[in-house]
């Protein structure tokens, strides 16, 4: 079946350091990927995506490119903010799309400290 | 802004209460979801519908069940509540085809059985 795999955390970073959080996947076919942000008492927001291989996903200055031959998707930002403090959720969409649900890793819990 | 919106945040209900979480979505989207979030175990899928009065299990469904009589509203039903059901329960919706944009969640509801 589906999985995603990334580091648990929590990461603790100073303020303007360079992060990366790697994500890798178990998929038939090509999957669709995401990056997720869930801050402290909300729900989970769309960050960036990418629909196929070679694809770069970015927003809010975090970049992601999708490597079909490593089955990875790491997420990047070159300079973090306290504001970035949050739980990083990276997640798939199989091949066929349809209404079998996002497969979710179990999130990475990202503190930023001044 | 569209948005997925869950009826409560916060909820405290007593063992054995027929306990009713609400979803309304106002993007037209045909997929419907319930994931329930905890601490080490990440999202897990109890539920999706893919149209109107259709459901379809999801990786943990005992215990529950789900209504979408309206395209928009997709209801959780907690049968007989119980305490293992404490828990952050997120609602998201998307397009019949997801892979392109992925899912939108609401806000969470944190409910407390005692």
């Known amino acids: 079946g589906n999985s995603v795999t990334q580091m648990e955390g929590p990461v603790t970073l100073s303020e303007e350091a360079f992060l990366t959080i790697n994500c890798t996947y178990t998929a038939t076919g090509y999957p669709s990927l995401f990056w997720y942000v869930q801050y402290p008492g909300e729900g989970l927001q769309l960050l960036l995506k990418?629909?196929?291989?070679?694809d770069k996903g970015s927003n809010k200055g975090f970049e992601a490119t999708y490597r079909k031959e490593t089955t990875s998707f790491h997420l990047e930002k070159g300079s973090v903010q306290v504001s970035d403090s949050a739980v990083y959720f990276c997640?798939?969409?199989?091949?066929?799309?349809?209404?079998?649900?996002?497969?979710f890793g179990k999130g990475t819990h990202l503190i930023i400290q001044p | 802004d569209v948005k997925v919106t869950q009826s409560s945040r916060y909820l405290v209900k007593r063992t054995g209460e027929k306990v009713f979480l609400e979803c309304v979505q106002d993007m037209d989207h045909e997929n419907m979801f319930w994931y329930r979030q905890d601490p080490g175990l990440g999202l897990r899928l109890i539920y999706f519908?893919?149209?109107?009065?259709?459901?379809e299990k999801g990786d943990i469904p005992e215990g529950y069940s789900v209504s979408r009589e309206k395209k928009e509203r997709f209801s959780l039903i907690l049968e007989s509540a119980s305490t293992n059901q404490t828990s952050m329960y997120l609602c998201?919706?998307?397009?019949?085809?997801?892979?392109?944009?992925?899912?939108?969640f609401g806000s969470g509801t944190r409910l407390t059985v005692v």
């Open positions: 998201a919706s998307s397009l019949r085809d997801s892979r392109v944009y992925g899912y939108t």
């Open positions: 997640a798939l969409i199989r091949s066929g799309g349809g209404a079998d649900g996002l497969t």
């Open positions: 519908s893919y149209d109107v009065k259709m459901k």
């Open positions: 990418a629909t196929k291989a070679d």
